[in-house]
């Protein structure tokens, strides 16, 4: 599903520049489920980043179900993006002017389509079907987090990337969005790549891979797999 080839990714910070992905490989089977794990500042939400489209990589290539995604022109890689891909951020980036049930609603109204009954459902299956007409303010930290990845499945992505889902929760959300995140995966045969620094979390998924100085170590399999 996922295949990435020789991602070079480096930032200039004053006059130094530092080196954040240093010739990346990584291969994910369709349906998998792999946690990204790696020390701060180890490249892992780039990595994320260039893998999701949202960050074109100096070199290298990212073929996602087929698609060059690099080789696309910005319009075809943003709608790719819009209809194969589900991105769920930390801090959730929800639109605080608009509902529950428009936030979910947004990458439909993207493609031009009218999917407030594909928000709704979106929002009944992360147990939020109640709180659709509430704004991201009247919603708790778990509440906004699972709206984010109503948001995120509402177009029924191919892929599911998660940055760090449950840093900025306590332990009984963070359990729960876990969960809710790797039962929904497992109910679509979505692929989905996670970035977490919680290694109970990590060992919940098929796989785990350590990104150390911007390369990938060997990985290995999640616990009791």
């Known amino acids: 599903m996922i295949e990435a080839h020789d991602l070079h990714r480096s930032y200039r910070i004053g006059r130094k520049r530092v080196e954040v992905l240093h010739g990346v490989d990584l291969s994910i089977e369709r349906g998998e489920r792999v946690f990204l794990r790696g020390p701060s500042g180890a490249g892992k939400t780039t990595l994320l980043y260039t893998l999701a489209g949202l960050e074109r990589p100096q070199q290298g290539r990212v073929v ?8 696309l022109g910005p319009r075809r890689q943003a709608a790719f993006r819009n209809e194969r891909i589900g991105y ?6 929800l639109l605080p002017e608009l509902t529950a049930l428009e936030n979910v609603a947004v990458p439909g109204s993207i493609a031009g389509r009218n999917t407030d009954a594909e928000a709704l459902a979106a929002l009944e299956r992360v147990g939020l079907g109640q709180r659709s007409d509430h704004l991201p303010a009247e919603l708790s930290g778990g509440e906004q987090q699972r709206v984010a990845i109503a948001r995120a499945l509402v177009n029924r992505p191919a892929v599911l990337f998660a940055d760090e889902p449950t840093g900025n929760l306590d332990s009984n959300n963070s359990s ?5 995140l790797l039962g929904l995966a497992e109910e679509e045969g979505t692929t989905l790549v996670v970035v977490t620094h919680d290694s109970g ?3 919940l998924g098929d796989r785990q891979l350590q990104i150390v100085d911007g390369r990938i170590g060997e990985g290995v399999p999640a616990a009791g797999r």
């Open 88 to 93: 769920v951020f930390q801090n959730y980036l």
């Open 201 to 203: 979390l990590a060992g």
């Open 176 to 180: 729960e969005i876990m969960d809710l």
């Open 64 to 71: 996602i179900d087929g698609t060059d995604l690099y080789a």
